[in-house]
T-cell receptor
Framework: NAGVTQTPKFRVLKTGQSMTLLCAQDMNHEYMYWYRQDPGMGLRLIHYSVGEGTTAKGEVPDGYNVSRLKKQNFLLGLESAAPSQTSVYFC????????????FGPGTRLTVL | AQSVTQLGSHVSVSEGALVLLRCNYSSSVPPYLFWYVQYPNQGLQLLLKYTSAATLVKGINGFEAEFKKSETSFHLTKPSAHMSDAAEYFCAVSEGGNAGNMLTFGGGTRLMVKP
């Protein structure tokens, strides 16, 4: 099993450009999450999904959109990138809610110039 | 609203010494509590979790944590540090129910182990 994978691993964007980050999991998990990690701030939840076709806002959703068209995939989109979105982005999945713990991908390092 | 405070953004210990990483939380309901470890350039890995069973929780790599409701704490310990323990550690809390879909993380503590 590959667990949770993220594509791409690194990306550099110019202000105003758009991009999509892909997260895939092969554990048949219902719940998936997108976080951003910034120095000294831990991880902050951007959006999450409790099942195929559902999404919900987390703590810092502004400037991001998500889609969960297939159970195994969770996409994070930036429509118009800003320097404040420079961060490391992590995807995670869990069997059902947080009680069971979350499994994390290796991260995507995004720089917006 | 739930929150997590990790005291000390950097902790340095000698190899073989006790490791103590502090975590205090606030929650309006009995929480679920977690410790995660992040090695350089990797994602987070679950070390251990408290979900209302035994208050002393044992995890991987010799780590354990004790849930103390009266102190709203969930400190992480390991009796003897190893060089391979050098990493960043994150404490996290979840309140269950609908909010149980969300984890709130502390700011992290970077553990350095000196030879």
């Amino acid at each position: 099993n590959a667990g949770v994978t993220q594509t791409p691993k690194f990306r550099v964007l110019k202000t105003g450009q758009s991009m999509t980050l892909l997260c895939a999991q092969d554990m048949n998990h219902e719940y998936m999450y997108w976080y951003r990690q910034d120095p000294g701030m831990g991880l902050r939840l951007i959006h999450y999904s409790v099942g195929e076709g559902t999404t919900a806002k987390g703590e810092v959703p502004d400037g991001y959109n998500v889609s969960r068209l297939k159970k195994q995939n969770f996409l994070l989109g930036l429509e118009s990138a800003a320097p404040s979105q420079t961060s490391v982005y992590f995807c995670a999945s869990s069997y059902s809610g947080t009680r069971w713990g979350q499994f994390f991908g290796p991260g995507t390092r995004l720089t917006v110039l | 609203a739930q929150s997590v405070t990790q005291l000390g953004s950097h902790v340095s210990v000698s190899e073989g010494a006790l490791v103590l990483l502090r975590c205090n939380y606030s929650s309006s309901v009995p929480p679920y509590l977690f410790w995660y470890v992040q090695y350089p350039n990797q994602g987070l890995q679950l070390l251990l979790k408290y979900t209302s069973a035994a208050t002393l929780v044992k995890g991987i790599n010799g780590f354990e944590a004790e849930f103390k409701k009266s102190e709203t704490s969930f400190h992480l310990t390991k009796p003897s540090a190893h060089m391979s323990d050098a990493a960043e550690y994150f404490c996290a809390v979840s309140e269950g129910g609908n909010a149980g879909n969300m984890l709130t993380f502390g700011g992290g503590t970077r553990l350095m182990v000196k030879p």
